[in-house]
């Protein structure tokens, strides 16, 4: 799944609304949506077309900033930890 900046401010927004249960000992269990493990096995470990495009831009001299990078990270964790 690839986090865009919309979905990284709006779970930043649900994080700090809401209380979280950040006891890392004590997850809460949940079920897994039928057919999920299925898909999931069945996608690519790596998308190439991604791959491509960023090797493309690297090519062409596109490089990212150090602040997109760290928010692109930052809100990759945030949403993880908020499914």
């Known amino acids: 799944m690839r ?3 919309r979905q990284v401010e709006r779970c930043l927004a ?3 609304a809401a209380k979280v249960d950040r ?3 004590r997850p809460r269990p949940r ?3 039928d057919g999920l493990l ?4 069945a996608a690519p ?7 491509r495009r960023a090797g493309a831009r690297l090519a062409a001299g596109k490089h990212p900033s150090s602040a997109a990078l760290a928010r692109h990270v930052v809100g990759r964790l945030v949403c993880e930890r908020l499914t």
């Open 3 to 5: 986090v865009d900046e």
């Open 14 to 16: 649900a994080l700090r």
């Open 23 to 25: 006891d890392p000992v």
């Open 31 to 33: 079920p897994v949506p």
């Open 38 to 41: 299925d898909r999931l096995t």
């Open 45 to 51: 470990d790596v998308r190439l077309d991604v791959v």
